[in-house]
């Protein structure tokens, strides 16, 4: 599932396609993903130049010269992909269209962006830019982790007498937005907390310090996703999808990393979803 440096690699990638230019046709090949979309959208879409790719937790949000913002989420399985333009060393021709090909955006340049999504959790949808964060989807969503008002002060308080696990608080989009299930698995584990841990009984001073290696972390992982916009990772011209190195992530009965730990990676289950972390340095 893309998490928040995926977006972040698939808007990056977009940018140089998008910005500036105009959609010169949409094709829109069924209702809807997850949900329906909005009334007409390969009309609103058809004409309008792009002014600004945004994003906003794990939402991509690309402001139209209409005056609407087009809203696109990945879900589980989405995946864009640009043909008939360079990207990064390769050029690709369009392909022939796919099962599960559902929005085709033709841009003015001759590019050619394709939105796929074969378990259709993705989601498309348009509003007027100016009512941005009332989207029913944003309104509720808390601080981005990479902005001025995620920081210390912020997630001492989130976190203070709270009885739930970390790793779950961590999850809550309340307390900080897009972070998901992989990268506070790998948090948790660069600051030696285990995901058991009751958020409420972290020390002050060790909940500040998860601030700067959330910032960390997802830095790292968005700088490997723009290395792999430049190099043969992106041979198909899929946007999005990347090489980790990740600590504990999917490494259960693997060597913990942490230099002189020893310790093994295990995997628990906590609210349905897997938690990996070695139990001997994460307390
Ligand atoms: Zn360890």
New binding site residues.
């Given amino acids: 599932m893309p998490e928040l440096p995926e977006v972040e690699t698939v808007r990056r990638g977009l940018e140089p396609v998008m910005m500036g230019a105009v959609i010169a046709r949409a094709e829109v090949r069924r209702a809807g993903l997850r949900w329906p979309f909005p009334e007409r959208m390969a009309e609103r879409l058809t004409g309008a130049r792009v002014d600004r790719l945004r994003r906003r937790s794990k939402y991509i949000l690309v402001d139209l010269s209409t005056g609407e913002t087009l809203l696109i989420h990945l879900g589980m399985s989405g995946r864009m992909l640009i043909s008939g333009t360079m990207l990064g060393k390769f050029h690709h021709e369009h392909p022939a269209p796919e099962k599960h090909d559902h929005v085709v955006l033709d841009i003015d340049s001759g590019a050619r962006i394709t939105f796929n999504d074969a378990r259709r959790f993705g989601a498309m949808d348009l509003f007027p830019t100016g009512e941005g964060e009332a989207h029913p989807l944003l309104a509720r969503l808390g601080p981005e982790p990479l902005g001025n008002a995620f920081n210390e002060t912020h997630l001492v308080a989130a976190l203070a007498g709270k009885n739930t696990p970390i790793k779950t608080a961590l999850l809550d989009q309340h307390i900080v937005a897009g972070l998901g299930n992989i990268y506070v698995c790998e948090v948790l ?1 660069r600051a030696g907390i285990s995901p058991r841990r009751k958020a409420g009984r972290i020390s002050s001073a060790r909940a500040a310090a998860l601030v700067p290696i959330i910032r960390d972390v997802l830095g790292e992982a968005i700088a490997s996703g723009g290395s792999s916009l430049r190099d043969y990772r992106q041979a198909s011209g899929e946007l999005g999808y990347f090489q980790h190195g990740f600590r504990v992530y999917g490494r259960e009965g693997a060597s ?3 230099p002189g ?3 093994t ?1 295990r995997r628990i289950v906590q609210s349905g979803r897997s938690s990996f972390y ?5 307390r």
Wanted: aromatic content about 0%; glycine content about 16%; charged content about 10%.
């Fill in positions: 584990h913990c990393t942490t730990c020893g310790g990676i070695c139990p001997r340095c994460q």
